[in-house]
Each structure stands twice: as C-alpha cells, then as structure tokens.
T-cell receptor
Framework: EAGVAQSPRYKIIEKRQSVAFWCNPISGHATLYWYQQILGQGPKLLIQFQNNGVVDDSQLPKDRFSAERLKGVDSTLKIQPAKLEDSAVYLC?????????????FGSGTQLSVL | AQKVTQAQTEISVVEKEDVTLDCVYETRDTTYYLFWYKQPPSGELVFLIRRNSFDEQNEISGRYSWNFQKSTSSFNFTITASQVVDSAVYFCALRGGAGNMLTFGGGTRLMVKP
C-alpha cells in the first residue's frame, strides 16, 4: 500500500519569495492534515481537511499561508511571502476519518529553508 | 485547550539499558486517545501505539511497554534492553477536543550508544 507522498523533499528560497508544497494522501483517506515542525519541536497543526472542507485552520497564519484540497484528494500548501521564521519541516498526514481513534499516517515531509 | 508535555528533551543511554520516556497531558475531554510516534533520522513519523481514555491496562509489545495512569494524566513509554536502532525522537500525542485535533508534545530525543 502506498504511503503519504510529499514533494519536494527539500526547498531553499529567499525571504519574501513564494513556495508551494504538494501532498497526496493514502487512497481512500478522507482526512488530511498539514503540520509545521520547527527544529527541536513537536509538529504543530496548521490545517485539517475533511474531504474538501476545512475542519480547523485556527493556527494557520492566513496572511501568508494558504491551503487547498479542491477535489478532496491531494492538497497544496502555499506560503507567500516567506519569512525567515517559516524555516521548518512541513509534514502532511492523512487518516481514514477524523474520529478520535484514528491514527495518522505521515509523509516524509518537505524541509524548507528560508534565507 | 489540550496540552502534552514531555519534560525530557534528550536522554542518552548505553545499549541494553532500560529507558522510560515520560508524557503528561492536559485535556477537558472525558473521551480522548493517546498516541506515541517515533521519528527516526529519515523524518517520517511512525505510529507506535494508541490508547483510549477508558482503557488503563498497561500494554507490552516486544521490548516496548506503555503505562497509562489517568489519575496522574501520564502515559509513559519504556524500552527494555535498548538497542542502537531505537535512537530517534519520540513524540507523545493527544487526540480530542473540537475537530478531534492531534496535539503533540515537544518530543524526547533518545540516543542509544553501543
């Protein structure tokens, strides 16, 4: 069974540039998550989708971050313009449903360096 | 609001030693789930265990065991006879609240030396 796919694996940009990350969840998984993991910290939820609807985006810096999951399958996370403090690993995860018991399956992440 | 605290940021042991990773959580939910994930150097978070709030039985899986104590809001993880391959960052997480969000602790980096 294919896992959660993310690309690119690494990205280096200068501050004020734009960047986009792509995620393809496990087939059949209705819930998709984007997490930000700053070096030395635990992952922090940015946004959670159920199919193509947003369940929670309370921690998404909406002035610069946006995410979409138009057809309820793959998703894109965008940062525009990037700041130095956005340097982190961006993890995508998916689960069958959004019930409390559901475990999340994670991709390998995109490591972003903002110079 | 829910919160997970892993007070040990880094632990170093010698191979074959036993090691316990602590996890303390806060939540207002009566029904919730606790998880442990392992993050090896490759970066991908790997699921280890899930426990619901009504099941306080300890669990053992090979060299791994988990101790859930609701009275102290703790869900500790013990590795018996540690091995070099156990070296990784381990995260405790709590799932509950509005939207059933999964909230992670800060992680404990475990280094097992030969």
């Amino acid at each position: 069974e294919a896992g959660v796919a993310q690309s690119p694996r690494y990205k280096i940009i200068e501050k004020r540039q734009s960047v986009a990350f792509w995620c393809n969840p496990i087939s059949g998984h209705a819930t998709l998550y984007w997490y930000q993991q700053i070096l030395g910290q635990g992952p922090k939820l940015l946004i959670q989708f159920q199919n193509n609807g947003v369940v929670d985006d309370s921690q998404l810096p909406k002035d610069r971050f946006s995410a979409e999951r138009l057809k309820g399958v793959d998703s894109t996370l965008k940062i525009q313009p990037a700041k130095l403090e956005d340097s982190a690993v961006y993890l995508c995860a998916s689960s069958l449903e959004q019930a409390k018991s559901e475990k999340l399956f994670f991709g390998s992440g995109t490591q972003l360096s903002v110079l | 609001a829910q919160k997970v605290t892993q007070a040990q940021t880094e632990i170093s042991v010698v191979e074959k030693e036993d090691v316990t990773l602590d996890c303390v959580y806060e939540t207002r939910d009566t029904t919730y789930y606790l998880f442990w994930y392992k993050q090896p150097p490759s970066g991908e978070l790997v699921f280890l265990i899930r426990r619901n709030s009504f099941d306080e039985q300890n669990e053992i899986s090979g060299r791994y065991s988990w101790n859930f104590q609701k009275s102290t809001s703790s869900f500790n993880f013990t590795i018996t006879a540690s091995q070099v391959v156990d070296s990784a960052v381990y995260f405790c997480a709590l799932r509950g609240g509005a939207g059933n969000m999964l909230t992670f602790g800060g992680g404990t980096r475990l280094m097992v030396k030969p």
